[in-house]
């Protein structure tokens, strides 16, 4: 399948991002007659973020969303069977580092994170062997430390992940993004970035 705006760059941008950021995450690819798509479950929560995300970068025809059974889908495309070939060895999934950019990291940890006590934690069906692996090539895009558990990620540094993500991407993936601070580390950036008049005003916009 082939959507509307195949040639339009940014979709083809969006649509590789948000494959890889499935793959990063707990999304898995599915086979069925000869067609390969993407499938995962979401929280409740994150239905806003998709549903904009699909909207502002125009994948409405790549993919399917079942609200009732809060499951997410992106159809049969090139882009998919492309990241596929790469991203599996047979019925196992590998990490492919040269796929991976920072978007598509902040899209993964929004859809499949969640905010702990110490720590944001990002779950993956990666198999645990290959979680060191992929902690090292995600910090080393991020630029903040990460530490892989037995299934799952997590991040400590929240309050930089956050201000780097503000000054490199758009408004709907800043806003997910404030949303895993807590209420001392969100008074301590809103009291340092009023001082920074450029990004204090992005800051004024999310919250």
């Given at each position: 399948?082939?959507?509307?705006?195949?040639?339009?760059?940014?979709?083809?941008?969006?649509?590789?991002?948000?494959?890889?950021?499935?793959?990063?995450?707990?999304?898995?690819?599915?086979?069925?007659?000869?067609?390969?798509?993407?499938?995962?479950?979401?929280?409740?929560?994150?239905?806003?973020?998709?549903?904009?995300?699909?909207?502002?970068?125009?994948?409405?025809?790549?993919?399917?969303?079942?609200?009732?059974?809060?499951?997410?889908?992106?159809?049969?495309?090139?882009?998919?069977?492309?990241?596929?070939?790469?991203?599996?060895?047979?019925?196992?999934?590998?990490?492919?580092?040269?796929?991976?950019?920072?978007?598509?990291?902040?899209i993964s940890l929004i859809l499949?994170?969640?905010?702990?006590?110490?720590?944001?934690?990002?779950?993956?069906?990666f198999d645990k062997k290959y979680?060191?692996?992929?902690?090292?090539?995600?910090?080393?895009?991020?630029?903040?430390?990460?530490?892989?558990?037995?299934?799952?990620?997590?991040?400590?540094?929240?309050?930089?992940?956050?201000?780097?993500?503000?000054?490199?991407?758009?408004?709907?993936?800043?806003?997910?993004?404030?949303?895993?601070?807590?209420?001392?580390?969100?008074?301590?950036?809103?009291?340092?970035?009023?001082?920074?008049?450029?990004?204090?005003?992005?800051?004024?916009?999310?919250?």
């Amino acid at each position: 399948m082939v959507f509307a705006n195949a040639n339009n760059r940014k979709v083809h941008k969006a649509l590789r991002n948000l494959v890889v950021a499935c793959f990063l995450g707990e999304g898995d690819i599915f086979l069925h007659s000869g067609k390969s798509r993407i499938v995962f479950c979401f929280d409740r929560s994150k239905a806003s973020f998709i549903k904009n995300f699909i909207v502002e970068n125009n994948l409405e025809q790549a993919v399917e969303i079942d609200m009732n059974k809060q499951q997410f889908m992106i159809k049969e495309h090139p882009i998919v069977f492309d990241c596929y070939s790469k991203w599996y060895d047979g019925p196992h999934k590998i990490y492919y580092d040269k796929m991976v950019t920072y978007e598509s990291i902040i899209i993964s940890l929004i859809l499949f994170g969640k905010r702990k006590l110490e720590s944001l934690t990002f779950y993956t069906s990666f198999d645990k062997k290959y979680l060191p692996t992929v902690a090292y090539g995600l910090e080393s895009r991020l630029g903040i430390p990460l530490v892989a558990a037995r299934d799952s990620i997590k991040i400590y540094d929240t309050s930089q992940l956050f201000l780097d993500a503000i000054q490199r991407l758009g408004l709907i993936e800043c806003t997910e993004i404030a949303h895993f601070l807590t209420s001392k580390e969100s008074k301590v950036l809103s009291e340092s970035i009023d001082k920074m008049s450029i990004i204090g005003g992005r800051l004024h916009e999310i919250s």
